[in-house]
């Protein structure tokens, strides 16, 4: 089972950088060519930064959890183009935005 919708609010599972406890955050995501973005404003978040120091992540969404690995964006386009696919016709759509894509592990 895989996840279909091209924009969900599913649970981000991290791990902490500090104190290596996970933690959850409820996100709103794009999936988006076989890969699962998140993004804020500014890498300030703790979500954001404990993703940074262990990319190691889970994905819970409809009673599933997936497995995968995270890296931030670099590509500018590609960040643009997730901002338009998560905020479709919203104004915020054209904000400037950090991501990160997960690679959800095979099954």
């Excluded at 924009?7 to 999936?31: C, D, E, M, Q, Y």
């Excluded at 190691?56 to 009673?63: A, C, D, P």
């Excluded at 590609?78 to 054209?94: D, M, T, V």
């Amino acid at each position: 089972m895989e996840i279909q919708e091209e924009r969900f609010r599913p649970i981000l599972i991290t791990k902490g950088r500090k104190t290596g406890n996970s933690h959850s955050v409820w996100l709103r995501a794009v999936n988006y060519n076989g890969k699962i973005y998140f993004s804020r404003h500014r890498p300030d978040g703790d979500w954001f930064q404990n993703v940074i120091a262990n990319s190691e992540v889970k994905i819970q969404y409809n009673n599933m959890e997936f497995t995968g690995n995270a890296s931030i964006v670099t590509d500018e386009e590609l960040n643009k183009k997730i901002s338009q696919l998560k905020y479709p016709g919203e104004e915020r759509a054209n904000e400037k935005r950090v991501a990160i894509e997960v690679t959800l592990d095979s099954k």
